[in-house]
């Protein structure tokens, strides 16, 4: 009875070609334009803008002095320093920090410290700056004090490696900034799923066709047709995202899939949250079925953009800003899952990724379960 269920679902929804438009056509066209408007992709490095830092200094002398021109000459590449320092006393620079005006601020004095009112990525650079040059500090003393006649040789080092951001090879594979954009491109059309999904809570419930007030009345268990209705979605919906992900990856020659088995799981457990929040829309909501569409189809837009599809960067904004809306947000979810695949070298974050991508879907689709089961109805 469930595949013979899961048969005719299938049969009926891969004739829907406006669904199929939706989910795959789309997002191939939209992929299209992004290759031609970007063009030859760009330098991760490219992208980095000089971090305004607030220096205090603690006392003046020659480690002090040496300090300031170690951070004033750190650059990113020879075009882009590394820091626009802002010398400030101690309680002017943690204001400074307050108010956004700096990413941080260092103090100097027989240690470095560091204040962050957030974490993110210009602060992580910031760390690694003070850490960098407080173990050369060390091995310069080190070599001070064992051997002196080497001590020319040592602050020569300190000083001669001042970019210290380089782009680096990760996975055998370069690091392109414009990948953000085609896995926003790819969660988004995993979230045109619910287009499906909506076809799939039209087609059970009585109110709104012929082919609902039967299915309503049959006494198949409602669960067993909503799981095989979903899986033959799912399946179909599966589907278009290979068909994409293969255009981008083949045709397009986007450096997508390094990790081809992991990142299928992601493109898999997306297939599935997109499928189900459709589901979920279409059974909770009792608009017309014309407001579902564009409920459906505002809410993916939302989710893309809040998830960097229009600016790669609003996701790191809404990281420092509201946290927790990265955290819900499918887009996001998805589009972090692949990129931690490029950029991680444990899968931490990824498996954090598909662990609430998993969680999510399995709530809306007993929400959508319940919803419908208590649906009442006068007459049919």
């Known amino acids: 009875?469930?595949?013979?269920?899961?048969?005719?679902?299938?049969?009926?929804?891969?004739?829907?070609?406006?669904?199929?438009?939706?989910?795959?056509?789309?997002?191939?066209?939209?992929?299209?334009?992004?290759?031609?408007?970007?063009?030859?992709?760009?330098?991760?490095?490219?992208?980095?803008?000089?971090?305004?830092?607030?220096?205090?200094?603690?006392?003046?002398?020659?480690?002090?002095?040496?300090?300031?021109?170690?951070?004033?000459?750190?650059s990113f590449n020879e075009d882009t320093p590394m820091f626009d320092v802002i010398m400030a006393t101690q309680e002017e620079g943690a204001a400074m920090v307050k108010d956004g005006t700096v990413e941080g601020q260092i103090i100097f004095g027989d240690s470095i410290q560091l204040?962050?009112?957030?974490?993110?990525?210009?602060?992580?650079?910031?760390?690694i700056f003070a850490d960098q040059y407080q173990q050369n500090t060390a091995l310069t003393m080190h070599v001070l004090a064992n051997d002196p006649s080497k001590l020319a040789d040592a602050m020569t080092a300190?000083?001669?490696?001042?970019?210290?951001?380089?782009?680096?090879?990760?996975?055998?594979?370069?690091?392109?900034?414009?990948?953000?954009?085609?896995?926003?491109?790819?969660?988004?059309?995993?979230?045109?799923?619910?287009?499906?999904?909506?076809?799939?809570?039209?087609?059970?419930?009585?109110?709104?066709?012929?082919?609902?007030?039967?299915?309503?009345?049959?006494?198949?268990?409602?669960?067993?047709?909503?799981?095989?209705?979903?899986?033959?979605?799912?399946?179909?919906?599966?589907?278009?995202?290979?068909?994409?992900c293969a255009y981008l990856r083949f045709i397009l020659r986007v450096q997508i899939g390094t990790q081809p088995v992991y990142f299928l799981l992601v493109c898999l457990f997306g297939s599935i949250i997109g499928v189900t929040l459709g589901l979920f829309i279409g059974s909770v909501s009792r608009k017309s079925n014309g407001i579902k569409i564009a409920l459906s189809l505002g809410l993916s837009m939302v989710f893309s953009m809040l998830g960097g599809l229009m600016f790669s960067q609003m996701k790191y904004i809404i990281e420092q800003k509201a946290p927790f809306i990265n955290r819900i947000n499918p887009v996001a979810l998805i589009s972090d899952a692949f990129f931690s695949l490029s950029v991680y070298d444990d899968y931490s974050r990824y498996i954090s990724s598909l662990v609430t991508l998993g969680a999510m879907a399995v709530i809306l689709i007993i929400a959508s379960f319940i919803a419908i089961r208590r649906s009442r109805y006068a007459s049919l």
Request: glycine share 6%; aromatic share 12%.
């Open 1 to 74: 009875m469930f595949w013979h269920l899961y048969k005719y679902c299938f049969l009926s929804l891969i004739r829907r070609k406006e669904l199929i438009f939706w989910a795959m056509l789309f997002p191939i066209i939209l992929g299209t334009l992004f290759k031609a408007g970007f063009g030859s992709s760009t330098s991760i490095i490219e992208d980095y803008t000089t971090i305004p830092v607030a220096l205090t200094m603690e006392q003046t002398n020659e480690q002090s002095e040496l300090f300031l021109s170690t951070i004033t000459s750190v």
């Open 115 to 127: 204040v962050f009112s957030a974490s993110g990525l210009n602060q992580s650079i910031i760390k």
């Open 158 to 244: 300190l000083h001669e490696d001042t970019s210290f951001l380089q782009e680096v090879s990760l996975g055998g594979e370069k690091i392109d900034s414009m990948l953000q954009y085609f896995y926003a491109l790819i969660a988004m059309a995993c979230l045109y799923g619910n287009f499906l999904g909506l076809q799939n809570a039209e087609s059970i419930q009585a109110n709104l066709t012929a082919l609902g007030a039967r299915r309503h009345v049959t006494p198949t268990h409602h669960m067993k047709l909503i799981v095989a209705d979903t899986l033959a979605a799912f399946t179909i919906h599966f589907a278009n995202i290979l068909v994409v």
